[in-house]
């Protein structure tokens, strides 16, 4: 069993930043690939980021592709989503998800099912 816990959302001007943090307990942080998804009201869960065990690869929806970026400090237990060049398009609740399969990056951006474990989420609103 794995828990996760999302901190660092806000309200931010657009063009703006903001930090993402996600602390994981339980079982050992760095055995799971984990991923960042976003949604907003009235809309479905959608992929933002993914990672993997060691950090070696990431993987980025286009929307987000050269302004967010994915890492993870395994000897903190913590994955982060840095956020710059902030869009109103950007607003929504930010849920980090872990997984203990080792498919690929691209395959569980496309099968959210994949991840097993999902933290609260953290509200992240861009103004214009």
């Known amino acids: 069993q794995v828990q996760l816990v999302e901190s660092g959302g806000g309200l931010v001007q657009a063009g703006g930043s903001l930090r993402l943090s996600c602390a994981a307990s339980?079982?050992?942080?760095?055995?799971?690939?984990m991923g960042w998804f976003r949604q907003a009201p009235g809309k479905e869960r959608e992929f933002v980021a993914g990672?993997?065990?060691?950090?070696?690869?990431?993987y980025y929806a286009d929307s987000v592709k050269g302004r967010f970026t994915i890492s993870r400090d395994n000897a903190k237990n913590t994955m982060y989503l840095q956020m710059n060049s902030l869009k109103p398009e950007d607003t929504a609740v930010y849920y980090c998800?872990?997984?203990?399969?080792?498919?690929?990056?691209?395959?569980?951006?496309?099968?959210?099912?994949?991840?097993?474990?999902w933290g609260q989420g953290t509200q992240v609103t861009a103004s214009s």
């Open positions: 998800a872990a997984s203990a399969k080792s498919r690929s990056l691209y395959y569980m951006a496309h099968n959210h099912d994949e991840y097993d474990y």
């Open positions: 339980g079982r050992t942080f760095s055995s799971y690939p």
């Open positions: 990672i993997s065990w060691s950090g070696a690869s990431t």
